[in-house]
């Protein structure tokens, strides 16, 4: 299966009219019309007020969407989950996968969408210095992403009968937002051609993830330690 080819990325609409007072306004188009603007002015608007006003609709009107720029903003990072998991119900392949290919499929198609909106994700997780600051835009997917995380590992959890053998769900989802985490930071440093060694960086994080709580064998640790110093230090 391509992930490339069916991605639904979430873009900028620049033929969205701003002169436009009286057109009917969406959640989308005025996510499109921020992310515009940010990549535009190289900042954030100063308010609420001069954002609804430089895009031709009322403050008013955009509280009937988001409470604040900040939610605007946390609202974007959930659109590009909603985004993903629209594509993957689309395929018929994915509810046949285990755990481990949902989640390597998820990761895939989430950095292909942010990739299409890589200049945008780039600024708003580098615009303060303070990066957790950064961060805090991601809540809502936070919470997203570990429910995702839970239902993986609740799932795998029923095809093992032994009750000792079963995994925390807590401590799965919790590991799986770290590894998010882990693998985004790679994507904004990865200069590889069409960012191949970051679905690598997937690929051995995953498996390694999955090995470590199955007990399995730490080939795959080492492997994963030796492709982090190759990428850093080569």
């Given at each position: 299966m391509n992930q490339k080819e069916d991605v639904m990325a979430i873009k900028t609409n620049s033929a969205v009219k701003k002169d436009s007072t009286n057109r009917e306004l969406s959640r989308e188009k005025i996510i499109s019309l921020y992310m515009e603007s940010v990549l535009e002015h190289e900042k954030r608007p100063r308010s609420v007020y001069k954002f609804s006003k430089e895009n031709g609709?009322?403050?008013e009107q955009f509280y009937d969407y988001f409470g604040s720029l900040e939610g605007l903003q946390k609202e974007i990072w959930k659109q590009f989950y909603h985004s993903t998991m629209a594509l993957l119900v689309k395929s018929p392949e994915f509810d046949a996968f285990d755990t481990r290919e949902k989640l390597l499929t998820f990761y895939y198609s989430f950095f292909e969408i942010?990739?299409?909106?890589r200049s945008y994700v780039l600024f708003s997780l580098s615009e303060n210095v303070?990066?957790?600051?950064n961060l805090e835009q991601l809540k809502g997917l936070r919470r997203k992403l570990k429910g995702f995380a839970t239902e993986l590992i609740r799932e795998g959890n029923e095809d093992k009968p032994a009750k000792f053998l079963k995994q925390s769900e807590t401590i799965f989802s919790e590991a799986t937002w770290l590894q998010f985490l882990f693998i985004l930071k790679f994507w904004m440093d990865d200069n590889s051609p069409?960012?191949?060694?970051?679905d690598v960086a997937i690929e051995k994080s995953v498996n390694t993830v999955f090995d470590l709580f199955d007990n399995t064998p730490l080939e795959r640790v080492v492997d994963f330690g030796k492709f982090l110093w190759k990428e850093k230090m080569g």
């Open positions: 609709f009322s403050e942010l990739t299409a909106n303070d990066k957790m600051k069409r960012f191949e060694s970051t």
